[in-house]
């Protein structure tokens, strides 16, 4: 067992003065037992829980670590813009540079508005679409997620229907299934929304199929509507622009966030000419969306995208960690399914439908130093090395071993309502 | 004239790039036409436009600025925190910290869930409500400010119907009206929202009025429903405390922002032990929201709000400011209504339907070193001296000679909506 006493007295403080001692998608009440809720410390792939365990962690804080935490020279552009003047009362010049730098990064847009949060940029994409056709119908991919809104979400309470009213649901990749759903909005399709990749959490991933990328452009074209790529997640994880681009289709709207500044807090929204006007008659706004310290980190964040082979190195090592894994999965028996970009890969055991196994794996890899997750897409970052990846790789052998010498693996109770 | 030419360069940059040149709140298509966009250098009161033009800054960044800009105890915070670990894989000891540093400041509150903007603050708060009363009407006031989310804006571009269902609407410190609008609401009242103190924009501002205040209280809890006050705006300018403390009453929830980490991005959503099943339930979350460095400063922020008179000098300076504002427009022949707390004030002329005068003094003002906002309400900040105040008096005298030299003004044509 690895050390977590630091971890449960910060449980205990954090039970009284947070509801369930912590919310959103960085509780740990679905992931195994003894993985720590609270951290300590990082830097660059490396990740120290607060009890000080360290660890390779294949989370990258959800996406945001892409150049390493703490990258010195992001921190370093950060840290002179705070010093000059952060959140103050007007932007400063650094929100135009951050505003040319991906409009010149990203095909198909000509403008950016930023914003904080993931959902800020989609919840605004949906304003700006029904804006553009002054009509009100949203088609989406079931089980994608696009941000915690009322729109959008999956939970229930405290949501009405009204909140999730001209939505329609389509099968993502399933062409048939998309024009059933344009067909069903008729005259009042406003947009299309699309994740870039098929990243839903508990399920194997899948590439977009370029026949539904294509097909979805054109009847967003046909219809006028806006197509909407929610880059929010995968974006410069697959390519230096919007991730549609490797199947050669450009979106009208994608909204990006995460690691665009490293994990300094900026999102974004991106559009193309045809959605400018619209773009310009919605109201958006938050308190630190024009604080110049975060867009100075994209700026810099922006200058190591186009200037540094990160996305090769981590194409290569996420090859190379995709590779190791299913040797020595085999070699210990086990059918180990990996999908997903490599740079972003997420494990499921075969025969596994309630992640027992992917559970007891994820905890002995804990165990050895490594941060996987067993049921969420992974991250990879650029600080990542040969020698992570081949530590890791070490502590899959061992993982797997110790997977072995468990069975029969008891039930996780809490993971039941994935076969209920 | 003040020297322009750099901001109008970064205009016509932006103009390329960001739909309109800008957005949001700080956008300054409403402000007199030779308003800085741009800003480059900030520190304590003063700000530095894009040209270099030195102003006592006293829009504060429209709140987040309470205790100077570049404050240094937060800020050595804040970076110390950062150097550590910021955006990680999960929380650090920062968030149970300042949960508990917000929890016991604030009467009402037993609980604390961070967010980045105000906005998901006061969404998070109606999802909250919804959940805790399995019911949907929401009671808010006219014309008060609960963020840019769809179901609260007063802008229609992309808004439907839908978004804004299951909301009744009544006259801030009306009692009569909220009565009528909770008797309205009937069995499914959800919440009644308040602002702590009018604070709209373009109007005269206003206190709560007690009677409304413990009205509201006791509506919600006759019907079984929750009271919401959204200090977003006031919270930490009128009270160390909810502002509605003031007039004795406590909400379920109260929701913060702007300045709690003076200017690093956090809100938050407090709520009492009653709401705190429902706010267990909801599911709410952002990339950033549980990065440490920001809740480090809003540690240290804390700090300075327990262990200073901070409130009593910016009411001290606020109140001296007031007077000495009233005594010289007097002076001049001008009728100038000073409204909202001494430490949130908005100035509006007499006789001044479309802001011409306004416009006028502003820009003066603007032109002597001082920035004053025509329409909106302005913040103190514990960095101002009583040098400032006065400097900012002297300016006050000029401006007026000015406004009165200026006689007859012509009508500010892009504020011609006030009076249509």
Same mark, same amino acid.
């Given at each position: @067992? ?8 910060? $449980?205990? $403080? ?23 809720? +609270? #951290? ?77 949060? !993931? ?5 605004? &994409?949906?304003?700006?679409? $029904? ?15 696009? !941000? ?31 024009? &059933? ?75 990006? !966030? ?31 969306? #024009? ?26 090592? !996420? ?8 040797? $020595? &999965? ?13 740079? @972003?890969?997420? +494990? ?10 992917? #559970? ?23 600080? @990542? ?36």
């Amino acid at each position: @067992m690895i050390r977590n006493s630091v971890d449960r007295a910060l $449980r205990d $403080r954090a039970e009284a003065v947070i509801p369930n001692g912590m919310y959103g998608h960085q509780a740990v009440g679905l992931l195994p037992d003894d993985y720590p809720q +609270f #951290f300590s410390r990082a830097e660059g792939a490396r990740l120290w829980d607060a009890d000080g365990n360290e660890l390779i962690d294949f989370m990258c804080a959800y996406g945001p670590n892409l150049f390493g935490y703490g990258n010195p020279q992001i921190n370093a552009a950060f840290v002179r813009q705070m010093e000059e003047g952060d959140t103050l009362t007007g932007p400063t010049a650094r929100i135009v540079e951050m505003a040319e730098a991906m409009v010149a990064m990203v095909s198909h847009a000509d403008w950016a508005i930023f914003c904080k949060n !993931g959902t800020d940029a989609t919840a605004m &994409a949906a304003v700006v679409a $029904r804006a553009h056709t002054r009509r009100k119908t949203i088609v989406r991919a079931k089980g994608a997620y696009h !941000g915690w809104a009322p729109l959008f979400t999956s939970r229930r309470a405290g949501i009405t229907p009204e909140d999730q009213a001209h939505q329609i649901i389509c099968d993502y990749n399933d062409v048939a299934s998309l024009e &059933a759903a344009v067909a069903q909005a008729g005259e009042d399709l406003a947009g299309v929304f699309a994740a870039p990749v098929k990243h839903d959490a508990f399920i194997d991933q899948a590439p977009p199929d370029p026949a539904y990328a294509n097909r979805a452009r054109a009847l967003c074209d046909e219809a006028g509507a806006l197509l909407v790529v929610d880059d929010v997640r995968a974006g410069l994880r697959i390519a230096r622009d919007c991730s549609w681009s490797t199947v050669g289709v450009e979106p009208d709207l994608s909204t990006w !966030g995460k690691c665009i500044a490293n994990g300094h807090p900026i999102s974004a929204l991106l559009g193309s000419n045809k959605a400018r006007t619209a773009a310009g008659k919605i109201f958006a706004t938050g308190s630190y969306w #024009f604080q110049s310290a975060p867009l100075a980190a994209g700026v810099a964040t922006m200058q190591l995208v186009r200037d540094t082979d990160y996305l090769e190195r981590i194409e290569t090592l !996420g090859q190379r960690l995709r590779d190791g894994l299913a040797e $020595r &999965a085999s070699a210990a028996g086990f059918g180990l399914r990996q999908t997903g970009p490599v740079t @972003m890969p997420l +494990f499921l055991f075969e025969d596994d439908p309630d992640l027992r196994k992917g #559970f007891c794996w994820s905890s002995a890899m804990l165990e050895r130093g490594v941060y996987v997750h067993p049921w969420h897409n992974m991250f990879l970052c650029a600080a @990542m090395t040969e020698a992570d990846i081949d530590q890791t790789l070490d502590a899959a052998e061992g993982s797997f071993k110790a997977l072995k010498a468990a069975q029969p693996l008891a039930p996780v109770e809490k993971m039941a309502f994935l076969t209920a």
